[in-house]
């Protein structure tokens, strides 16, 4: 009898430790502190036991599910409205306390070196930056790092992405709410290894450009890639026999999306900021970065399930134009203007594939260009608080219906009138102007023998009228289109610079 009672207390125990173990659990995601998206239906979800009851509580909200065969539950809140701190509560045979947890806006930062530098190093070079930290904390900024959501202090900030944390300092400030952040950023890397296979095979002209550069489909991708490693592994191999080095392996496509992006996926949020592009796509046959970052932008907005959320992705290259005030913080760094016009025109109609790729995002729906070209210069632009700062007045004048211009002039169309061509804009802001020269400089025109000849530009009310005396019979215009176009002059009178472009259907 005694030892039937021993044996029932061990199976007792046991069965207290294996439940113990099963007890719900809520993922990583979620902590004291965070942030929580408002106006959204926001998921919360985690791990327990199959078939337990959850039960998630928060302010005057009480939801119940029930565990699936796998463990898994998610329950989604009403949408939720600004208000005081309070606590989010979960509740299985386990129960978890969350406190300090605020609503508001949240963002996700991501891309490479740009996104991923750290504020403690650029706050060296960077005075508004390091006042930023310097006068810290903030109750109200949030950032998730290390597996867990923290006030913006003089620690967590220093360690946090440089752009994004100007972006969402400027954004709390402006709109007087609490903000979260969290980012996943690598230096370095291409587009294609921020989005998952599936995304790429699910968009028609990026499968389609794929397959026709590879001989297969992305529906076949990881397959064909065993092949290829192999392949690789063996050149790495009689490379390494003849004292040479070897190849660089192949580029997996999706692998930092999988590792640095999915594992915050559904958490609700109101947008992206995306900085990346000076490693292009790296996606095999597929060199068009609006192509693959149509299907990125895409693919996240599927699997997040949360609509056709805003998408701001920084202008590539940094920098080029003299800013309208170079006095302007937001500016330091910028190139100063030059007004000696090129020697040489760029007769190739692609010469400026890369940055005319990088404008041409800003038409993908809901996904506005932060404009970069009057901003600091070089690969990783020291003044990320003015990228953080341009984004942020992105931000407010697409997502949080501020009046405030978020761009400059964009080349709507052109017009051939005689021997002139009138260039129409969108974007005008407060209307056209030109700065730093007695005359509008930038412009270029050419006719059917494609040879172009700087024109000579007046603003003519919302366009601009362009001539040249050798030019007679125009038919082509382009601005700003060097590699260097520091002599570009065109603003709107709210200070953003306009965009290069040029109305030759250039292809690859």
């Given at each position: ?284 046959g597929v060199a068009n970065q609006v192509v693959v970052m149509r299907a990125l932008i895409t693919g ?209």
């Amino acid at each position: 009898m005694k030892a039937l009672n021993l044996f029932s207390l061990s199976a007792a125990i046991l069965s207290l430790v294996m439940n113990a173990g099963a007890a719900v659990s809520v993922d990583p995601m979620f902590s004291d502190h965070m942030v929580l998206q408002r106006d959204l239906a926001v998921p919360v979800w985690g791990k327990a036991e199959p078939g337990e009851k959850v039960k998630v509580s928060f302010r005057k909200q009480a939801k119940e599910t029930v565990a699936n065969e796998k463990g898994e539950w998610m329950i989604k809140l009403d949408p939720l409205k600004l208000g005081a701190a309070a606590e989010l509560m979960v509740e299985g045979k386990a129960k978890t306390t969350f406190k300090d947890v605020l609503v508001g806006e949240v963002w996700l930062g991501s891309g490479q070196s740009n996104m991923a530098g750290g504020a403690g190093g650029y706050s060296r070079n960077d005075p508004t930056l390091k006042a930023i930290i310097d006068k810290g904390p903030y109750p109200n900024l949030r950032l998730y790092a290390s597996g867990k959501w923290q006030i913006a202090d003089s620690s967590s900030m220093s360690r946090f992405s440089a752009i994004h944390l100007s972006f969402g300092y400027a954004l709390q400030k402006e709109l007087e709410i609490p903000v979260g952040l969290f980012y996943g950023a690598v230096g370095g890397t291409p587009s294609g290894r921020w989005l998952s296979v599936k995304m790429a095979a699910d968009d028609k002209e990026l499968d389609r450009q794929f397959e026709k550069a590879n001989g297969y489909s992305l529906v076949n991708y990881e397959e064909q890639r065993e092949a290829l490693v192999k392949k690789w592994q063996e050149e790495v191999k009689k490379a390494k026999a003849e004292g040479k080095r070897g190849p660089r392996g192949p580029v997996r496509l999706g692998d930092l999306y999988q590792s640095k992006i999915e594992h915050y996926v559904p958490y609700g949020m109101r947008g992206v900021l995306w900085d990346q592009g000076e490693s292009k796509t790296q996606v095999p046959g597929v060199a068009n970065q609006v192509v693959v970052m149509r299907a990125l932008i895409t693919g996240w907005r599927k699997v997040w399930g949360q609509g056709d959320f805003h998408f701001l992705h920084v202008q590539k290259p940094s920098g080029g134009v003299a800013p309208w005030d170079p006095e302007n913080p937001v500016n330091r760094g910028a190139k100063k203007f030059n007004a000696q016009l090129p020697k040489v025109h760029l007769e190739r109609p692609n010469a400026l594939a890369y940055p005319l790729e990088h404008v041409k995002m800003g038409t993908l729906p809901n996904a506005p260009l932060v404009t970069a070209l009057d901003l600091g210069t070089g690969i990783h632009p020291a003044n990320k608080s003015g990228y953080g700062q341009r984004a942020c007045r992105v931000a407010l004048g697409t997502v949080y219906g501020k009046k405030v211009a978020i761009c400059g002039p964009v080349y709507r169309s052109h017009k051939v009138q005689g021997a002139k061509i009138r260039v129409s804009f969108d974007h005008l802001g407060q209307g056209l102007a030109f700065r730093h020269a007695k005359e509008l400089k930038g412009f270029e025109i050419a006719g059917e023998d494609g040879k172009w000849q700087w024109a000579k530009a007046e603003i003519d009310g919302d366009s601009v009228l362009l001539s040249h005396p050798d030019v007679t019979k125009p038919k082509n215009v382009q601005y700003a289109f060097n590699r260097d176009p520091s002599y570009a002059n065109l603003y709107n009178k709210d200070g953003l610079p306009a965009l290069p472009f040029t109305s030759v259907d250039w292809k690859y």
